[in-house]
C-alpha cells in the first residue's frame, strides 16, 4: 500500500559546536517516529515561501504543526507584551504559509501545542500571550516539573465531538507544557475538550470537506497510552484517506 507523505512544520534549533555556532532547521525525532510506527513518510522542509507552501502541499497527503516558540501576536493584531515569550518570525511566516496551502489544497492538518495555537490564529483566533498573567488563578499549564510522558492534568471532553466519538470517553489525562493559550477560537473551530479551569484544550474545524483537529497538549510525546494512539493514528488515517 502506497504510503502517506506528511510535511512536518520544522523550527529553528540553536546548537553550539565550539568554535561553531550552527543554526538548525529540525523538529523532535518523536515527531518523525510517531508518523513511521503508523505508517506514514514525514518530510520536514525548510522555511517556506507562500508559492513553496503551496507547490509541496499540493502533492502531499497531510500537515502536522509542532510546538515550539510563541507565536508573533502581530498576527492576531496585538503588541507584543513584556511577559510573551520568544517569537520565531521566520517560522510564524513559513508555518501560516503551510497552513494557507494546506487549506487550499484540503489536507488534514493536525496541530499540537504551538502548532495549534498559530492554526487557530490562522482561522481568525486570538491568543493569551500568557496565562498566568492575563488569566490569572488557573491550573498549572506550564507543567515543566511533571514528565512529559505523563500526565500533568485531565480535560474533559465534549460531547458529540469528533474526540468524544474516537475515544468514547468524557476525560482523559494529558501532558502539559504552554504558558499561551487560545483567547478567542477562529470561524468555524469548534471546541472538543476542556481543563478543570475552563481553558479549551482541543478543538477541530466545522467542515466535512476539511479535516482539521489541534491540541494544546502533546499526544506524540505520551508513548504507550491508548487515548494518544488512538488520536495519532486518527491523522494519519486521515491522510490515507485523503490520497484516495
Known sequence: ??????????????????????????????????????????????????????????????????????????????????????????????????????????????????????????FGGKLYQDLKTQKGDMINHPDYLTMRTEDSHTVNIVEGTPLHKLLGKDSIGVNSTHHQG???????????????DGLCESFYLDDPDHWVRCYQWHPELMDFNENMDKILSDFVNACIENMK
Open 1 to 122: 500500500m502506497k504510503k502517506p507523505v506528511i510535511v512536518v512544520s520544522p523550527e529553528h534549533q540553536k546548537l553550539s559546536m565550539p568554535p561553531f555556532e550552527v543554526t538548525l532547521l529540525a523538529t523532535s525525532e518523536k515527531n518523525a517516529w510517531q508518523l513511521q510506527q503508523r505508517g506514514a513518510i514525514p518530510v520536514i522542509p525548510a522555511f517556506l515561501s507562500e508559492e513553496e507552501a503551496d507547490r509541496l502541499m499540493a502533492v502531499a497527503d497531510g500537515l502536522f504543526m509542532t510546538g515550539g516558540a510563541d507565536v508573533g501576536p502581530d498576527l492576531y493584531g496585538e503588541e507584543v507584551e513584556e511577559f510573551c515569550g520568544a517569537i520565531e518570525k521566520d517560522r510564524d511566516v513559513s508555518d501560516m504559509n503551510l497552513l494557507k496551502a494546506a487549506a487550499k489544497h484540503k489536507k488534514p492538518i493536525f496541530s499540537v501545542c504551538r502548532g495549534s495555537q498559530i492554526t487557530n490564529v490562522f
Open 182 to 196: 487560545y483567547k478567542v477560537l477562529g470561524e468555524k473551530l469548534i471546541p472538543m475538550a476542556y481543563a478543570p
